[in-house]
Protein backbone atom coordinates (compact mmCIF):
# COMPACT_ATOMS: atom_id res chain seq x y z
CA UNK A 1 0.00 0.00 0.00
CA UNK A 2 2.73 2.64 0.71
CA UNK A 3 4.56 1.78 -2.71
CA UNK A 4 1.42 2.67 -4.00
CA UNK A 5 0.69 6.25 -2.02
CA UNK A 6 3.85 7.01 -2.89
CA UNK A 7 4.04 6.05 -6.66
CA UNK A 8 0.13 8.30 -6.47
CA UNK A 9 1.89 11.65 -4.83
CA UNK A 10 5.26 11.50 -7.16
CA UNK A 11 3.22 11.59 -10.29
CA UNK A 12 1.35 14.14 -9.31
CA UNK A 13 5.04 16.53 -8.23
CA UNK A 14 6.31 14.88 -11.24
CA UNK A 15 3.40 16.30 -13.37
CA UNK A 16 3.39 19.48 -11.71
CA UNK A 17 6.86 20.22 -12.04
CA UNK A 18 6.83 19.26 -15.83
CA UNK A 19 4.10 21.35 -16.25
CA UNK A 20 5.60 24.35 -14.54
CA UNK A 21 9.19 23.82 -16.62
CA UNK A 22 7.51 23.43 -19.60
CA UNK A 23 5.44 26.96 -18.84
CA UNK A 24 9.01 28.07 -19.73
CA UNK A 25 10.14 29.99 -23.01
CA UNK A 26 13.07 27.16 -23.38
CA UNK A 27 10.78 24.99 -24.77
CA UNK A 28 8.26 26.83 -27.08
CA UNK A 29 9.34 25.66 -30.04
CA UNK A 30 6.88 22.27 -30.73
CA UNK A 31 10.64 19.81 -31.25
CA UNK A 32 11.42 20.68 -27.77
CA UNK A 33 8.18 20.70 -26.63
CA UNK A 34 7.79 16.86 -27.95
CA UNK A 35 11.54 16.21 -26.70
CA UNK A 36 10.80 17.72 -23.09
CA UNK A 37 7.42 15.27 -23.01
CA UNK A 38 9.10 12.27 -23.88
CA UNK A 39 12.30 12.40 -21.54
CA UNK A 40 9.44 13.64 -18.47
CA UNK A 41 7.64 10.61 -19.30
CA UNK A 42 10.84 8.40 -19.43
CA UNK A 43 11.63 9.15 -16.20
CA UNK A 44 8.51 8.78 -14.64
CA UNK A 45 8.82 5.35 -15.94
CA UNK A 46 11.80 5.09 -14.76
CA UNK A 47 10.69 5.70 -11.76
CA UNK A 48 7.93 3.65 -11.13
CA UNK A 49 10.30 0.85 -12.81
CA UNK A 50 12.79 1.71 -9.87
CA UNK A 51 10.55 2.01 -6.97
CA UNK A 52 8.62 -1.27 -7.57
CA UNK A 53 11.66 -3.65 -8.34
CA UNK A 54 13.26 -2.42 -5.64
CA UNK A 55 11.17 -2.44 -3.35
CA UNK A 56 11.22 -5.67 -2.25
CA UNK A 57 14.26 -7.27 -4.18
CA UNK A 58 17.65 -7.28 -2.88
CA UNK A 59 19.50 -7.40 -6.13
CA UNK A 60 22.48 -5.43 -7.22
CA UNK A 61 20.79 -3.77 -10.71
CA UNK A 62 17.20 -3.24 -8.76
CA UNK A 63 19.08 -1.72 -5.52
CA UNK A 64 20.67 0.95 -7.75
CA UNK A 65 17.45 1.75 -9.74
CA UNK A 66 15.62 2.21 -6.53
CA UNK A 67 18.31 4.50 -5.40
CA UNK A 68 17.89 6.87 -8.29
CA UNK A 69 14.78 6.76 -8.19
CA UNK A 70 14.32 8.05 -4.01
CA UNK A 71 17.06 10.04 -5.60
CA UNK A 72 14.41 11.63 -8.35
CA UNK A 73 11.96 11.67 -5.66
CA UNK A 74 14.57 14.26 -3.57
CA UNK A 75 14.95 16.38 -6.64
CA UNK A 76 11.39 16.61 -7.01
CA UNK A 77 10.28 17.43 -3.45
CA UNK A 78 12.65 19.90 -4.00
CA UNK A 79 11.95 21.27 -7.47
CA UNK A 80 7.79 21.20 -6.53
CA UNK A 81 8.59 23.14 -3.04
CA UNK A 82 10.42 25.87 -4.78
CA UNK A 83 7.89 26.05 -7.58
CA UNK A 84 4.64 26.32 -5.43
CA UNK A 85 6.34 28.37 -3.08
CA UNK A 86 6.66 30.54 -6.64
CA UNK A 87 3.07 30.14 -7.87
CA UNK A 88 1.37 30.81 -4.52
CA UNK A 89 3.63 34.37 -4.34
CA UNK A 90 2.08 34.88 -7.99
CA UNK A 91 -1.13 33.53 -7.42
CA UNK A 92 -0.46 30.69 -9.76
CA UNK A 93 -0.17 33.34 -12.54
CA UNK A 94 -3.07 35.91 -11.97
CA UNK A 95 -0.85 38.06 -9.99
CA UNK A 96 2.60 39.61 -10.98
CA UNK A 97 1.73 38.42 -15.14
CA UNK A 98 4.04 40.29 -16.18
CA UNK A 99 7.25 38.44 -13.85
CA UNK A 100 5.80 35.08 -13.59
CA UNK A 101 7.98 33.53 -16.25
CA UNK A 102 11.22 35.26 -14.90
CA UNK A 103 10.26 33.98 -11.47
CA UNK A 104 9.35 30.52 -12.05
CA UNK A 105 12.74 30.35 -14.02
CA UNK A 106 14.50 31.96 -11.23
CA UNK A 107 12.58 29.02 -8.67
CA UNK A 108 13.90 26.59 -10.87
CA UNK A 109 17.26 28.00 -10.70
CA UNK A 110 16.94 28.46 -6.85
CA UNK A 111 15.82 24.93 -7.09
CA UNK A 112 18.85 23.35 -9.05
CA UNK A 113 21.30 25.65 -5.85
CA UNK A 114 19.02 23.44 -3.03
CA UNK A 115 20.12 20.25 -4.98
CA UNK A 116 23.38 20.63 -5.26
CA UNK A 117 23.66 21.92 -1.52
CA UNK A 118 21.79 18.74 -1.14
CA UNK A 119 23.95 16.38 -3.01
CA UNK A 120 26.89 17.68 -1.11
CA UNK A 121 24.97 16.94 2.49
CA UNK A 122 24.41 13.75 1.53
CA UNK A 123 27.44 13.20 0.48
CA UNK A 124 29.37 14.21 2.78
CA UNK A 125 30.72 11.19 5.62
CA UNK A 126 28.37 10.99 9.07
CA UNK A 127 29.01 13.42 12.28
CA UNK A 128 30.46 11.09 14.86
CA UNK A 129 29.85 12.81 18.05
CA UNK A 130 31.10 12.09 21.78
CA UNK A 131 29.99 12.62 24.85
CA UNK A 132 30.59 12.13 28.10
CA UNK A 133 27.78 11.98 30.71
CA UNK A 134 28.41 11.92 34.28
CA UNK A 135 25.26 9.91 36.34
CA UNK A 136 25.82 9.87 40.10
CA UNK A 137 23.35 6.95 41.18
CA UNK A 138 25.04 4.65 38.15
CA UNK A 139 25.90 1.12 39.41
CA UNK A 140 28.99 0.62 39.57
CA UNK A 141 29.33 -2.32 37.06
CA UNK A 142 27.68 0.24 34.37
CA UNK A 143 30.71 2.64 34.69
CA UNK A 144 32.32 3.03 31.36
CA UNK A 145 29.14 1.89 29.15
CA UNK A 146 29.41 2.63 25.87
CA UNK A 147 25.84 3.69 24.01
CA UNK A 148 25.52 3.73 20.23
CA UNK A 149 22.49 5.96 18.70
CA UNK A 150 21.99 5.98 14.84
CA UNK A 151 19.32 7.91 13.36
CA UNK A 152 18.67 8.53 9.90
CA UNK A 153 20.62 6.81 7.44
CA UNK A 154 18.61 6.13 4.57
CA UNK A 155 20.50 2.93 2.85
CA UNK A 156 17.59 1.62 1.15
CA UNK A 157 15.45 -1.14 1.72
Known sequence: MFITILIIIVSLMHGYVCWCAASLPWFRSPLWRKRFWLVALLIWVFFITGSVLGHDSRGGFSNLMERLALDWLGVLFITASVLLAVDLLTGF??????YRLRLRSGGLLLAVCFIAIATVQGL??????????????????????????????????
Open 93 to 98: GFWLKP
Open 124 to 157: RPPVVVHHEVLLAELPAELDGTTLLALSDLHLGS
